[in-house]
């Protein structure tokens, strides 16, 4: 072997040493990545939780609006002229999502410094879940019991409850 093929020689096995066999075998791919971006949940009311016109009398009682629209009136309530509804909720989102609702367990109806609570609150919902439609909606109806006392003073009571709704 001539005094140049051995320095050829010795210098490939260099290469090769010092480049290790880890360089021979790398390799390299690219990844993907995605992400998806849900539409806000929102929640809106569209008609308002109404126990109508009643009566008090020297006796406590409820007057209870389901969510269905039945009206139950006990103990010293009566209907006087009507106009109990249940509260209707608009919510929006995703299309096909589940969601769920909750609400406070009590409100206070205010006339001047007289309050009566509302409590008990359900809604059309089994459990307080549902699924919007495919269109992305639901509707959530509410109801709930007024709790009048006896010799309840007259007046325009009102007040407010808070739902929320979450996916």
Known sequence: MSYTTKISAIAALAAIAFTGTQALAANSAS???SATIASPISIAETTGLS???VTASATAGTVVVAPAGTVTYGGGVANFGGGAVPAAFLVSGAVNTA???TIDPSAT???GANTMTVDTFATNLTGGAG???ATGTATVNVGATLNVSANQPAGAYTGTYNITVNY
């Open 31 to 33: 990844g993907s990545a």
């Open 51 to 53: 126990f109508g016109s």
């Open 99 to 101: 969601f769920s609702v």
């Open 109 to 111: 109806l205010s006339s």
């Open 131 to 133: 699924t919007l439609s």
